[in-house]
C-alpha cells in the first residue's frame, strides 16, 4: 500500500470514534464529513507524488471516501441519535 493510503484506517477508526461519541445528528456529520475531506487529500497527495500506481491506489482511496460520503447520507437522513 502507497505510504498516503496507510492512514486511511486511523482516518476512518477517529472518525467513528467521534460519531459515536456525538450528541446531535451535526457533530455526527460533522465528524464523517471530516473523514471525507482527509481521504480526499490523502487521493490528492496520492495523485501529485506518484502517477504511475494512480489507478489502483486511488480507486481503494476512493473507495474509502464512498464509503464515508454513504455513511454521511445516512446520518443526514437519521433522527437522532
Known amino acids: 500500500m502507497a505510504p498516503p493510503l496507510r492512514n486511511l484506517p486511523d482516518i ?3 472518525a467513528a470514534v467521534r460519531v ?3 450528541h446531535t ?3 455526527a456529520i460533522g ?18 507524488d506518484d ?3 494512480l489507478n489502483a ?3 481503494s482511496g476512493a473507495q ?4 464515508l460520503e454513504a455513511a454521511d447520507v445516512r446520518l443526514e437522513k437519521a433522527t437522532g441519535l
Open 12 to 14: 476512518v477508526a477517529r
Open 20 to 22: 459515536r461519541a456525538s
Open 25 to 27: 445528528n451535526r457533530e
Open 31 to 48: 465528524a464523517v464529513a471530516d473523514a471525507i475531506l482527509q481521504v480526499h487529500k490523502v487521493i490528492a497527495l496520492l495523485r501529485a
Open 51 to 53: 502517477p504511475i500506481t
Open 57 to 59: 491506489e486511488t480507486r
Open 64 to 67: 474509502v471516501a464512498a464509503i
